[in-house]
Structure formats: C-alpha cells, structure tokens
C-alpha cells in the first residue's frame, strides 16, 4: 500500500483552528446570529397567520407551526381590508412616481443651469428638512381644512390630499439625493447632444434619464415603502373607513377594545408582499443608486 505525501506547500499554507476562529470563524458566528435574529420575528408571524386558533391573543402562536390552515387569509374577504390595500396601493404607487418626476425635474435644474438664487434655494431645501416632520402637522391639518371649503377634492379625507402632502414633504430630502447623482454625469454629454440639435426636453428625457435610473429607482422606492407604512399623517387625513390605508385600518384591529390578532398577522403577511416584490424587481440598482451620488458633490 502506498504511502500518502502530503505536500509541504499544502501544509504551510492550512491555518490552525484556533487561528481561524480568531480572526475568521467569529463573523460566521456572528452572522448566523443575525440571520436567526432577524427570521424569528418573520417566521412567528408566518405561524401566526397560519394558525385559526389565533384569534384576541397571539400565545398560540408560541408554538409555531403547530397548525397550519389558510382559514385567517380567507376571513379578510368579509372584512374591508382589500378597501384599505388597494387604497394603499394607488397612494404608494402615485405618490413613488410623483416624487421621482418632481425630483428628477428639480435635481436637473439645480445641476445643469446657473441661476440666481441656486445656491439659497438649496440651502433653504436642507434647512427646512432639517426639522421633523411632526411640527408641520397641525398646520397640514389647517390648511387642508380650510382649503377643502374651496376645493374638496383637496381636503380632509382626501386621498389626493395626502398624495400631496408626501409629494411636498419627500420633495427636498430627494432633490438633494438626486443631485449629487446628476452631478456625477458629465456635462461634455448635454454639449455633444445640443451640438447635434438636442432641445433641453430631448437631453433630459433621452439622454440623462436612462443614466440616473439607479438613483430613480432608489428614491422610488424609497417613497413607495414610506407612504406605505405611514401611519400618523394617514390616520390625521383620511377619516372614514372607505379610505384608509393598511396602516390605520390594520390598527383598529389591535388598537381597540376588541382584538383580531389572526386577521392581523394575515394581513401583515399580504401586506409585506408588495414591498418585497419592489426590492427583488430593483435590487440591481439600490446598491449603485445609493453610493452614485458620492462620486461627485
């Protein structure tokens, strides 16, 4: 039988275990720590939503998976909740397109064109987002009360309403992330096409737009889960039932006397599909979008 030679050079380069652990092995420790901290709470509701004998308490849902039936998610069809997830839908998607457009315009005249005032518009932009958002609410509340005796369209308990008041609230804190994101495109581009002919709207819409895709994507997304998960500004502007978003009608059934714990995990389980369809479909671009405008201020 035939001896095994262990190479010289195998062996110089295996590193001890005591090593390994010492500068490698503790990161994998770590991240499977992570991992499981951060899939027990998605792996409890899951069981939760599962579960039929979930119904003013969660305690039996503290053995998870015992039971596993559907009878939760088909109890939501005898209540509103399609209502409040389609109005959710139609205020996260038009307000997600609203902030792209309107950032997008604003972060192109900031970045290509020498006006005056350029340089005060943007700072006051970073000043006045600079204070929370929770000071504006009384004067929200106001304006939209008495703007809705002229036009109810806008008013209180007005979809519309609320879609702009996200469209005014996101509008500086997303100019500023598109812009360093523009400035990062060369302006020899925008010279090249206006030398062949290119109007400023051709330029934009042909030439920068299909550049900046990354950072559209991220602030859209960006705006899409906000207005999504929106709970205060929601429930200070929409006040019947037909018009509320998951986030304020999924509360009263936790929030009040009565508890409905097994329609609520259901619903939170649908409710986390169209977030999680966003970010797989625009993955690819999150990473760059964010990291994008850092290249040039």
Known sequence: ????????????????????????????????????????????????????????????????????????????????????????????????????LMGAAAAYAFSRFRFSGRKVTLMSLMVIQMFPQLLTFVAIFLLLTTLGEVFPVLGIDSKLALICVYLGGALGANTFLMYGFFNSIPMELDEAAKIDGATHSQVYWTIIMPLVIPILAVVGLLSFIAAFNDFILARTILTSQENWTLAVGMNLWVGGNEKNWDWFAAGSIIAAVPILLLFLFLQKYIVSGLTGGAVKG
């Open 1 to 100: 039988m035939e001896n095994t030679v262990i190479s010289p050079a195998v062996t110089a380069n295996k590193v001890p275990f005591g090593k390994w652990v010492r500068e490698t092995g503790f990161r994998h420790v770590i991240a499977v720590i992570a991992v499981a901290y951060a899939a027990f709470p998605i792996l409890y509701i899951v069981s939760a939503a599962l579960n039929p004998n979930i119904k003013t308490t969660l305690t039996g849902a503290n053995e998870m998976f015992s039971v596993v039936s559907g009878e939760n998610f088909a109890e939501l069809s005898d209540t509103i909740f399609w209502t409040w997830f389609s109005n959710t839908l139609f205020i996260g998607v038009t307000t997600a397109i609203g902030t792209v």
